[in-house]
């Protein structure tokens, strides 16, 4: 006889079962129009194009697991025996009903290796699943939460795969056909049921295993376990342009297309959880809770809440958009729940409500005035491109932070100096410059983020402005990948951080070194690193200098600690906590036993300054910026005894 397989040997009631698989395919069906239906909603001017790099991500990073196995083998592994197992089993049951209602083929060879396959695809489920209840409920992984219903899903599934076992055990024990070796474990299972007990029980398995795996389906997208399919399409939409729609057009809190898909593809995994730096100094913060709760109340109807004062505490460091397998952005979600609270004018802590009102007034979220904008550049002999009416000229835009601060104000002093060292002819925008609006626009306030859009890109033009050297990798986000989206001239300026000018004019010759025997450290700034992707530029300079080793922190560039300054931190109250961010990331550099450790924004200067001076650090590492330590080499000062310049006294 030649092999095949009979799909209703021995059952009856086709009719019911037919039934069945309609309801539960309509119910499925139903909940994903809900969930389609939610995704639509979100979708306004924006064109979702097909780009191959989203579908090359979506098969090396999500069918193949390539992002979930970085960073944790077991997960990676789990996730691959689970999704590979899960669904050759599904695909090997649509080839079954293929095989019956349109074109008979699984017979003879093909039938022998079609049931090899699907039960290596069992035993693969079979494994994940238990590899997924070891590492829950018996390793018990920090970073994940034990719901309800991830233990009744594991158990479902669990309970789908062995009763299938068992059915195919049945069924060979009550045939005997001689074939069936190659389902070796339903072959191995099958000695377990005596022929006569396997005939009789054979129906009450395939009901039972019917009726779990119908009832699975329809449970689909109701359940966590929708990210099968929203997964991939949040892997794909990652690369779609962003869109920002006009404050006046916009309401409040209103979720894009992108931030619904990603919302739903949220699997709980707790990876942002594990590297959140608010999480990890204590704070009672978890970007997961947040999403989670999101996602109960926009797709299932829930009433669960979220605390208003939450959304404060994030930094908008970017950290748990790198380390998310499926590319979910809860900074940027954050961001329009904060914009809720800005509109309704509540819950917003008062430091930002002041910080909002001086920019609004003053240009800046620093000081009550717009008069000393320019103090720092006095007696430094430096274009004010607004007073000696130059047009083209390169613009150092000096930002709020670096013109106000004392401390940050010597990136500005150094870097001119620089500029002048390599004759480089540059101006500034002196009292005239404006905010970039990145802290409008961390903090939800779209309206006054467009107002300083407007000025810096309206004095921009009246100067002729092509190319913009920035200070703050914050501004340099902000009018780099912001900017472009409310006004298209933006595209024509050329914005850059000073790092990655510091690296043009080493390649150029222009800067020449001399040696500086000492251990350096690098910590990245979020917004520089993972928001802006320059990680190399700042240490090919740092690495140019002759003498200089660098030694990287236990977690750097993609992976760096965030100083606890971004997203608006800066401007709120202090938080009674155990261990600062910054103090955290202090304690990381001086582990490494640099004698400096190197920034390249003045938020970082300031906070990792504050820390070093906290726990006391003063005469074991200094901290400087960048500018500041390649200002050190080209100096020609006489060297004080320990081989360093005398602005390395000034700056500790």
């Known amino acids: ?56 991500r979506v098969i090396v990073e999500g069918i193949l697991a390539g992002r979930i196995l970085r960073g944790d083998l077991s997960a990676g592994i789990m996730h691959l025996l689970i999704f590979w197992g899960f669904s050759l089993l599904f695909l090997g049951t649509v080839v079954l009903a293929f095989d019956h209602w349109i074109f008979h083929f699984l017979t003879g060879s093909y039938y022998l290796f079609f049931s090899f396959v699907l039960e290596i695809a069992g035993l693969m489920l079979i494994a994940g699943l238990l590899l997924a209840l070891f590492r829950r409920y018996v390793k018990r992984v920090k970073r994940l ?3 309800k219903e991830d233990l009744l899903l594991l158990l479902w599934l669990i309970i789908i795969v062995g009763s299938g076992f068992l059915l195919e055990g049945a069924r060979i024990s009550a045939q005997s056909p001689r074939w069936e070796s190659f389902s070796f474990f339903g072959f191995f299972l099958s000695f377990l049921f005596p022929k006569e007990f396997a005939s009789k029980t054979y129906p009450f398995f395939w009901w039972l295993h019917t009726i779990l795996s119908l009832s699975f389906v329809s449970a689909i997208p109701f359940t966590k376990m929708f990210h099968i399919l929203s997964s991939p399409l949040s892997m794909y939409v990652k690369d779609q342009p962003d869109f920002i729609l006009p404050a006046e057009q916009k309401q409040a809190g209103q979720f894009s297309y992108k931030e619904l898909i990603q919302i739903d593809a949220c699997t709980r995994c707790g990876r942002c959880v594990e590297m959140c730096p608010s999480t990890g100094v204590g704070e009672p913060f978890a970007p997961r809770d947040i999403i989670s709760t999101l996602r109960d109340q926009i797709y299932f109807g829930k009433e669960a809440e979220l605390p208003p004062k939450l959304v404060w505490y994030c930094t908008t460091c970017g950290v748990c958009l790198e380390v998310c397998p499926v590319y979910v952005p809860p900074f940027k979600i954050i961001r329009e729940l904060r914009a809720k609270q800005i509109e309704d004018g509540t819950q917003v802590p008062a430091l ?12 800046n979220p620093w000081v009550s005035t717009k008069k000393k904008r320019a103090d720092w550049a006095k007696d430094l002999d430096i274009v004010d491109i607004p007073k000696q009416d130059e047009k083209g000229l390169l613009c150092y835009f000096v930002g709020c932070t670096t013109s106000h601060e004392t401390r940050a104000q010597q990136i500005a002093k150094s870097f001119s100096k620089i500029l002048k060292h ?19 626009r961390r903090v939800g306030e779209d309206g006054l983020f467009e107002e300083q859009l407007e000025l810096c890109l309206d004095l921009f033009k009246e100067y002729e402005i092509k190319k913009v050297v920035l200070s703050s990798p914050h501004c340099l986000y902000t009018m ?83 100083c606890g300054g971004g997203g608006g931190r800066m401007w709120q109250e202090e938080l009674d906590v155990e261990v600062r961010m910054s103090e955290r990331r202090i304690m990381e550099a001086k582990d490494t036993g640099a004698e400096f450790v190197i920034t390249c924004c003045p938020l970082c200067l300031i906070m990792l300054e504050d820390a070093r001076k906290s726990k006391e650090l003063e005469d074991t590492i200094k901290v400087v910026d960048l500018n500041e330590f390649v200002l050190m080499a080209l100096e020609d000062k006489r060297r004080s005894k320990n081989g360093y310049s005398s602005l390395h006294k000034t700056s500790s």
């Open 422 to 440: 390599c004759d480089i002819r540059f101006g500034i925008l002196g009292k005239k410059e404006p905010c970039c609006g990145d802290i409008a």
């Open 480 to 562: 780099k990948n912001e900017y472009p989206l409310l006004r298209k001239e933006a595209q024509d300026i050329t914005f850059i951080h000073y790092s990655q000018f510091l690296e043009e004019l080493i390649k150029k010759g222009k800067l020449k070194f001399k040696r500086l025997d000492v251990k350096v450290t690098y910590h990245d700034p979020c917004y520089l690193g993972r928001h802006n992707g320059i990680f190399d530029a700042p240490r090919n300079v740092i690495r140019a200098i002759p003498g200089v080793e660098l030694v990287e922190m236990k977690h750097f560039r993609e992976n760096s600690l965030c």
């Open 352 to 363: 930002m409500i002041q910080t909002l009102e001086r920019l609004y007034k003053y240009n």
């Open 145 to 147: 939460e034990n719901k």
């Open 1 to 56: 006889m030649i092999p095949h397989r009979e799909i209703f040997w021995q059952i009856g009631h086709k009719g019911f079962f037919y039934l069945l698989a309609f309801i539960s395919v309509s119910i499925f069906f139903y909940g994903l129009v809900r969930h389609i239906s939610v995704w639509k909603s979100g979708l306004k001017k924006e064109k979702i194009s097909f780009l191959c790099t989203s579908i090359k």
